[in-house]
């Protein structure tokens, strides 16, 4: 078989070559540190060269670094069963790094089993953690710990509360250099709006990752988003929340997204989230962070001190509805009778829904609902008061929401009706910029 | 003031300068047809170099091609006034050109006002649309017809069936080499899946235009859209339902997209239209239609003849609903409730919701509601054998949609419920591509 087609490459596939070793062998292998016995594993394609990794009989995948590797004994299987059963020790280095929390939500990071269930538990203490990505401990210190283990799909805004709560308690320990949270990617992104708003005024960087690929597949991205998410929450000099995910195709790249203005814009690729309207924060490629320039979008710094605004809570009266030609203007009647307290229209083009929906909405509006707008077109700004249509709708009292994208001005709506004391200090509060959901200052 | 700035380079540039005449004076234009006077219009940005553009007296823009023009006067503002009510004359060169016809359902082309109202009227004789966009007159002889005048918000699921009827019509007189439509972009997506599946076995391309900036304005991309669909109109050598817009920022360049896999993505670029986990079928650039290779869509060839399979019915019984953390399941059992024939879900990822929704969709089904499932990620496919999740949700009865877009299903489902005798053979016909909807025979 061809090593390289299993992920290795350079110093690792060398070092196979010259053992006759391939993926599936067991093998014992000699380091400077005592002896693994093992089942040699196929590579992330996003893992360093300078390592090969063994599947070891409790299951665990360990990471070995070829420089201390003293030499390679390809094992007969009945040997190998004998062989597995000597102790095991990954010996992890504890250099004076910076300390990370990861608080773990149900995205697995680089465990072998489904990141989307509650399997993340194969891989959460920290030596487990480090065997099964080594090259974490050139970067912090991790101190695991699992909140929830549930799809994302799942998640209700009283998650996002609890996961809100339980961040401001790592920071508020004070020891803290930045916090991970693993996360499914089906909602991530509106995950990481709702810790915007709940959690402002952050000291540290709040990172959220996921994976898209499980991590027991060779092209999974989950060891490549660990690491960059990971080095940009020890070390980066901004503060606020993030999503860091792979940033193309090439493998190398994780991009850190503002919270708020992150979207998932395809179902199974590796960069399937995209800044939208926005380049991303920063690009972390191998360890090294390059915060990108982008003037429309303001970051707090990296500060000393463990004092944050927490404001956790989210009311989820609101509803979201896509307009679309042919939506029957009872869904808004509906809506308003329902008990919903806030409406978010995503219309079309810069802002618009059919003149047949203008009674229904007036109605609502008269009611005391709140209804904002923002467009399916994903990209690009709601102007309202261009087109007849547009100004007739800001005369009902349809608030414009900008360049929001629906998933955080749902989320914002949710928050928003729990922190304000009325519907006017609600709508007020939608139109200003918090967390950059609106992108830049351009008139609406 | 600057030419340049006003959209003129090359040789009209050249000649204004040599006149010092500058965007808003009053000039009178010799030429070899005749004089023409009108005040000097800043220019297209995607207009040809070769031509000067003066709005006449009555109000019409006409372009005056700069090889034909002996001399430029500018006129006092008072001799101006007097000069100007000369018999205008644009003299139409009519070759052996294609015919075209041209459906306006109120999207301006190359009118003088706003590009989404019923003004479009202004620019509809096709003398006055070849003194628009002189140009025209290289591709096609264009008969224009106003079936509409809205906003394209407003358009609803009937208004799909009378522009299919329409095109039927046309294209059956038999003389026609293509149709336009020109639409309003807010839902030009929309109705362009309509026709795709209201418009079977075509012979002759059917090519939906619109403008994101209106025409009175330099920044306009109504003209060379015109051009381009126009182009493709009367020469592609493929036959089916197109979207004719700006193919990027660079204003030389139209693309034209498959009917059933095009989005509006942007609320206010010219580029707006993208086609969805494909290339644009064609590029056309000054006039030549350059096919983009792309094995995934099957394109029929322009034919003879002037059969076509044509069911224009749509059922207006289909809901939308666009899945959040935190929607409410209630919401599922009003649509069964409320009369629904069909739920399109946009759900998360690879087609998900949350599990407290399985029981509002288990009695919707139960009830003989289909209930279909999109992904909101936009591009990817929806893949509900990977997880729990999708397999619970498939078990209940969803129908997976692959990787057709919310949009184009929504239209589907109504026009597959209005021509289909029951709820097994919608469902059927949900799953068949028909139009290039789903775009390649992966498995789901």
């Known amino acids: 078989m061809s090593y390289s087609s299993s992920g290795y490459r350079g110093a690792g596939a060398k070092l196979l070559s010259r053992y006759s070793v391939g993926v599936g062998d067991s093998v014992e292998v000699a380091t400077e540190d005592g002896e ?107 101190d695991p710990e699992v909140l929830l283990s549930e799809y994302s799909e799942n998640l209700k805004p009283e998650h996002w509360t609890m996961i809100a709560n339980k961040v401001a308690e790592k920071i508020m320990a004070g020891k803290y250099a930045g916090i991970i949270v693993s996360h499914g990617t089906d909602t991530m992104h509106y995950t990481a709006a709702a810790l915007c708003f709940a959690l402002q005024n952050l000291p540290v960087p709040v990172v959220l990752v996921g994976a898209q ?66 380049t991303p924060v920063a690009l972390v490629r191998n360890g090294a962070i390059e915060m990108q320039q982008k003037s429309e979008i303001e970051l707090a710094k990296r500060r000393s ?57 007036q109605k609502a509006a008269d009611a005391g609902v709140m209804v904002c707008m923002t467009s399916q077109c994903i990209w690009g700004r709601v102007r309202m008061t261009v087109y007849d249509t ?11 929401l900008s360049d929001m994208i629906s998933e955080a001005a749902t989320v914002k709506a949710m928050w928003a009706l729990a922190n304000s004391k009325d519907v006017e200090s609600t709508k007020k509060v939608m139109q200003e910029n918090i967390a950059n959901e609106i992108s830049s200052s351009i008139p609406i």
Chains 1, 2 share one sequence.
Not at 51 to 73: D, E, F, R
Not at 390 to 400: E, F, H, K, Q, W
């Open 36 to 142: 693994l016995v093992g089942v040699l594993m196929p590579r992330y394609e996003s893992a360093s060269e300078d390592y090969i990794v063994i599947k070891l009989k409790s299951g665990y995948n360990t990471g070995i670094q070829v420089a201390k590797i003293k030499s390679i004994t390809k094992l007969p299987k009945s040997e190998a069963a004998a062989a597995a059963a000597k102790a095991e020790k990954v010996s992890v280095e504890s250099k004076q790094l910076p300390k990370v929390a990861l608080i773990s939500t149900g995205g697995t990071i680089a465990s072998k089993v489904d990141y989307r269930t509650g399997g993340v538990r194969a891989a959460l203490s920290a030596s487990e953690l480090y065997a099964s990505v080594p090259e974490l401990a050139n970067y912090a210190s991790i």
């Open 213 to 278: 690929r499980s991590s027991d597949r060779p092209s999974s991205d989950a060891a490549l988003n660990l690491l960059g998410a990971t080095a940009f929450a020890a070390r980066s000099e901004v503060a606020g929340v993030f999503v860091a995910m792979h940033a193309g195709t090439s493998d190398d790249t994780v991009a850190c997204h503002v919270g708020t203005r992150v979207r998932k814009n395809h179902t199974s690729r590796r960069d399937a989230f995209e800044s939208i309207d926005a």
């Open 305 to 361: 001190g463990a004092d944050i605004k927490l404001q956790p809570n989210f009311d989820g009266r609101v509803i979201l509805l896509k307009y679309y030609p042919g939506f029957d203007p009872r869904l808004i009647e509906h809506a308003a009778s329902a008990g919903y307290r806030a409406i978010i229209l995503e219309g079309t083009g810069l802002g618009h829904v059919s003149k047949y929906c203008f009674p229904a909405l």
């Open 390 to 400: 547009g100004r007739d709708l800001l005369n009902i009292g349809v608030i414009p």
